[in-house]
């Protein structure tokens, strides 16, 4: 089970498994503590530029392509295979801080987490 969260939630310990921020800068105003994030891969966080663009009015669907190629790096890869085995093995909870995790790149990650999910290292 994969669920989507935002980090500024208090920590559901009975409910949300493993904790990984999927965001490329910590979350401003927020300690290491009270985030209580297990796993910080960066490799899957989408890159400054491309952030940049999404929040310069950049079209959601152009973004999950985009998103999607820069997944498709060895490193990210890496990281991709180790989040499915953590979604395998018991619940892993995505955290981010925007303020809509479904409509967020923390959606589109959770997707190609899925079994039936998606392109980049399948």
Not at 25 to 33: A, H, Q, Y
Request: hydrophobic share 45%; no cysteine.
């Amino acid at each position: 089970m994969i669920r989507l969260r935002r980090v500024y939630d208090p920590p559901e310990p009975g409910a949300d498994g493993v904790r990984v921020l999927v965001d490329r800068l910590w979350p401003r105003g927020l300690s290491k503590e009270a985030a209580a994030v297990d796993e910080w891969p960066r490799a899957v966080t989408p890159s400054a530029e491309l952030r940049k663009w999404f929040h310069a009015g950049g079209a959601p669907e152009e973004f999950r392509q985009r998103y999607e190629a820069e997944l498709a790096d060895p490193a990210a890869l890496a990281e991709l295979a180790r989040l499915r085995e953590l979604a395998a093995a018991g619940p892993l909870t995505l955290l981010t801080a925007v303020k809509d995790p479904a409509g967020s790149h923390a959606a589109v990650l959770a997707g190609l987490l899925t079994a039936d999910g998606g392109r980049p290292g399948r």
